[in-house]
Nanobody, 119 residues
Framework: QVQLVESGGGLVQAGGSLRLSCAAS????????MSWYRQAPGKQRDMVAT???????NYADSVKGRFTISRDNAKNTVYLQMNSLKPEDAAVYYC?????????????WGQGTQVTVSS
């Protein structure tokens, strides 16, 4: 079973940068599609960025040009580099892994890491 542990959240001023990390256990990391989601208080959880096993990337419109998702398969880790942070980026950020076995979709979430952006 895959387990995910996020780190790197914290408090940053508007315009600043943070890098989130998500370390995955297990030996199937290289075949996982990895995503970052975020959830602000009272709002739904939204996709921020996704990177597939083939390293195709997709971003929410609100973060394009500011955030970069990357992965290091040797370290079983996915990263989210966040630049030019805005107060509206403040949220709990969650890492998600998805993979398919015999046509069954599996999905695992991390515990989340808080990002606070002061104006």
């Amino acid at each position: 079973q895959v387990q995910l542990v996020e780190s790197g959240g914290g408090l940053v001023q508007a315009g600043g940068s943070l890098r989130l990390s998500c370390a995955a256990s297990g030996s199937i990391f290289s075949i996982l599609a990895m995503s970052w989601y975020r959830q602000a208080p009272g709002k739904q959880r939204d996709m921020v960025a996704t990177i597939t096993a083939g390293r195709r990337r997709n971003y929410a419109d609100s973060v394009k040009g500011r955030f970069t998702i990357s992965r290091d398969n040797a370290k079983n880790t996915v990263y989210l580099q966040m630049n030019s942070l805005k107060p509206e980026d403040a949220a709990v950020y969650y890492c998600n892994a998805r993979w398919t076995v015999l046509s069954v979709l599996n999905s695992v979430w991390g515990q989340g890491t808080q990002v606070t952006v002061s104006s």
